[in-house]
DNA sequence: TTTCTTTATCGTATAATTGCGATGAACGAT
DNA sequence: ATCGTTCATCGCAATTATACGATAAAGAAA
């Protein structure tokens, strides 16, 4: 207890660390159907106009740029004008990078989870 | 072109899978650093009181409550109460069955996007 | 019983997301 | 130059997320 009668709390964490935050980010990319969809979509047409992706969507014109917009935010896609059209693909380089970052925090909870039910419930 | 000069469209779909909405659920579920280091902190605890867990987050106790909440509401962790206590500890079968979908959705998009790259640019 | 501790929930405020029609910019085609 | 196509952006509405203080419930401790 402390002079104000509360519980003593160890001291709190001003912010979230960047791989935190850098994790978070990627999974608010991908926390949208529209937007693992238009992936999956690009991965399998290499390249590909919005207006194809739009077509293969249930949502509007406007409303696919905006996912589009989303995923080039965080680097997963890239567009290329073409004239009046856009070309997107997917980066791979971003795509790895974000996959490898996901696969260091899920293979680290595992462990962490197994060394801790070890020393826990011996 | 059909009588409304419009461009004839591919049949819009619907909507989404249920395994593109369960990825962006899972996904959803991860996009907010908050939630990123509840489950490390877990995994490092095995179990642990929601009290703990405020202490090491820069958040008030409403805030995480409502952060815990999400995360069962996916199915990745659980709470059982103890008395006036929760306790809280990662869903290891969760966790595993989210992991291998998000393993299997990055996995299908890099080898397609091999295989599109070879057909498109042979 | 009364008090303290712990945590979920309520109420509220603010911000962000999602969706779409309308518009405009850029360009190709005529 | 005019028209048609393609797509990003604007403006708006509706919904959802985030955050926190206050409160209530549930039990432990006195």
Redesign the pocket.
């Known amino acids: ?1 402390n002079d104000k ?3 003593v709390a160890k001291s709190k964490i001003e912010e979230f660390s960047q791989e935190e935050s850098r994790l978070a980010d990627i999974a ?1 990319a991908l ?2 159907p ?1 937007r693992i969809k238009i992936l999956k979509i690009l991965s399998e047409m290499d390249v590909c ?4 992706i ?1 077509d293969l969507l ?13 995923l080039k935010r965080v680097g997963l896609i890239q ?1 290329d ?1 073409e ?6 693909c997917i980066n791979t380089n971003s795509i790895n990078e974000a996959y490898s970052q996901i696969q260091n925090y899920f293979d680290t909870i595992n462990k962490e989870c197994k060394r801790s039910c070890k020393t826990n419930k011996k």
């Open positions: 207890m009668g509360t519980s608010k926390s949208h529209a106009m919005c207006g194809e739009v249930p949502l509007a014109q406007a409303t696919v740029s905006q996912h589009l917009k989303e567009g004008i004239g009046p059209k856009t070309c997107y």
